[in-house]
Every structure is written in C-alpha cells, then in structure tokens.
C-alpha cells in the first residue's frame, strides 16, 4: 500500500491551492480518506474528511476553521482525493497529511507543505 500527496507549494494570502492524495495497493473506493496538517509545535489536527461510499455513509466533515473555504471531493476511479483550498490565510500553512483509513487499517502519506506568505 502507497499513499501519495501532490500539489502544495508557496502561495499569497487569498491565493488557492489544490492537493492530490493518490493511493494504490488497495480498493481505493473501500476507504475512508482524511486531510490533516501539521503546523511547527502544534499537534496533527483534521482539516477535512470523505467516507466511502460503499463501505460507509460518502458524507464530508471539516474543521471550523476551513468550512466555505475548503472542499474535499474524491475521484475512486483515479484512487485519488482531493482538497480544493480557496481563500488560503496565513494560518493555513502546515505540512498537510493524507490518510485513508477502513477498520483497523490506516495508511499515511509523507505530507506536502503548504506555506502561505504574508
């Protein structure tokens, strides 16, 4: 199993960013998959969640703090995840982590970096 983050980078406050969270060495679609970041001495937290829609509910979650900002959307035939972030603000900036998760399985990614610039 391998799970791959793509797309972030160093933008401008008001700018957007797309990330991509690739899985293979599974059934994709059976997954729940979550986007979390991880700013210097702050702890791991949830930014946005999208269950399967086979083994679970298919509902999306988010923080509070990204809600109207942020959109997690999922392609199962690409195995892949999304998050849209719109409007990124200077506390967004972290290392963002995917994680697909189903029962006692969870897989990780190696995290991208998002920085946004003041």
């Known amino acids: 199993v391998k799970v791959v983050e793509s797309g972030g980078g160093s933008v401008q406050p008001g700018e957007s960013l797309r990330l991509s969270c690739t899985a293979s060495?599974?059934?994709?679609?059976?997954?729940?998959v979550g986007w979390f970041r991880q700013a210097p001495g702050k702890q791991r937290g949830l930014v946005a969640g999208?269950?399967?829609?086979?083994?679970?509910?298919?509902?999306?979650n988010y923080a509070s703090s990204v809600k109207g900002r942020f959109t997690i959307s999922r392609d199962d035939s690409k195995n892949t995840v999304y998050l849209q972030m719109n409007n990124l603000e200077p506390e967004d900036s972290a290392v963002y982590y995917c994680?697909?998760?189903?029962?006692?399985?969870?897989?990780w990614g190696q995290g991208t970096p998002v920085t946004v610039i003041v």
């Open positions: 999208i269950n399967s829609a086979i083994t679970n509910d298919g509902k999306t």
């Open positions: 994680n697909v998760d189903r029962r006692a399985e969870h897989y």
């Open positions: 060495g599974m059934i994709f679609s059976f997954y729940d």
